[in-house]
């Protein structure tokens, strides 16, 4: 074999999980000297890939699969161990600096747990997390209080964090009936904007009432992004559904009238909750 002649790293104590890791980096340092594929990227052609393992290993929680869940927290880790030894390899950074930054960033941000800074509950800990983040800038530099909110976020999620990040220098609602006063409103107007057929103005309205929609989940304690997931994930089980019982009855999808499906779909809400 061309290959044969490479060692592949073994752990001596497969039970310690820093051998296994540095084992691990090995094999991806290996990959990156022999493997065309591996050798050829960069942290820019698979950065849409670290997306999108998150989002797997996303699905593999909601599934309760922990199975599935430990392989997909397997891939993340081989994303960021590739992204560590790319930036290392153009003299950028080493994965001992991304370890120490991540261990440093802990323990400053926590002065209740590594410090003597006494706090009574989590929203201290989170208001203590974003004043702590604020200083560690540069005093001459004005750091907006959006400032790391990343700009490829799915945009529910955006909206979410931005409203969270605002709320905790004291811009938000006081009262949740408030909340969903708003809501009521941006809906009027996106309905008054599609009556008027404007289709520019009602996208500019649809945003709003979007956003007031993630605004008053967030204050009922759910995070919207969350909920559209799960809702998106039971209506393809929900479909797949009448998808499977229409083969079971012999019948073609594309010929089925809609209320022969509507039958399946009721069906189909007893066992996908």
């Keep these: 074999m061309q290959n044969s002649r490479i060692e592949i790293p073994i752990p001596s104590n497969p039970d310690d999980y820093l051998s296994q890791f540095a084992n691990f980096v090995e094999i991806v340092k290996i990959l990156r000297k022999e ?14 890939l670290l997306i ?21 927290l397997g891939d993340i880790l081989l994303h960021i161990v590739m992204h ?14 991304v370890i120490d930054k991540i ?19 989590d929203t201290q800990v989170s208001q203590n997390w974003e004043r702590i983040k604020k200083s560690e800038n540069d005093e001459n530099q004005i750091r907006s209080t959006l400032a790391g909110v990343p700009k490829s976020l799915p945009a529910l999620l955006q909206a979410e964090r931005i ?14 009936d408030d909340v969903w006063q708003k809501v009521e409103e941006e809906l009027k107007e996106f309905r008054y904007e599609l009556s008027k057929n404007d289709k520019e103005k009602a996208r500019q309205e649809l945003g ?17 992004e969350e909920a559209l997931h799960l809702t998106n994930n039971k209506f393809k089980s929900r ?5 499977q019982r229409a083969i079971e009855l012999g019948k073609d ?21």
């Excluded at 493997?35 to 849409?48: F, G, H, L, M, V």
């Excluded at 999108?52 to 997909?72: C, L, P, R, S, V």
């Excluded at 560590?84 to 994965?95: G, H």
């Excluded at 709003?208 to 929609?213: E, G, K, S, T, V």
């Design 253 to 273: 999808l594309n010929e089925m009238s809609l209320q022969d499906m509507d039958k399946l779909w009721e069906e189909s809400k007893s066992i996908y909750r």
């Design 84 to 97: 560590s030894v790319i930036a290392d390899e153009r003299k950028a950074f080493d994965l001992a600096k």
């Design 163 to 176: 409203q969270h990040k605002v709320s905790k220098v004291g811009f938000d609602w006081n009262n949740k």
């Design 35 to 48: 493997c065309p594929w591996d050798r050829k990227q960069t942290n820019e052609s698979i950065a849409n």
């Design 239 to 243: 479909f797949q559904f009448i998808e």
């Design 103 to 121: 261990s440093h960033k802990m323990i400053i941000r926590h002065p209740h747990v590594f410090g003597d800074v006494a706090i009574d509950n």
């Design 208 to 224: 709003d009432f979007l956003f007031a929609i993630v605004n008053a989940a967030r204050h009922e304690g759910i995070v919207a």
């Design 52 to 72: 999108e393992e998150t989002y797997e290993a996303i699905d593999a929680i909601y599934d309760k699969n922990d199975d599935d869940f430990a392989k997909e």
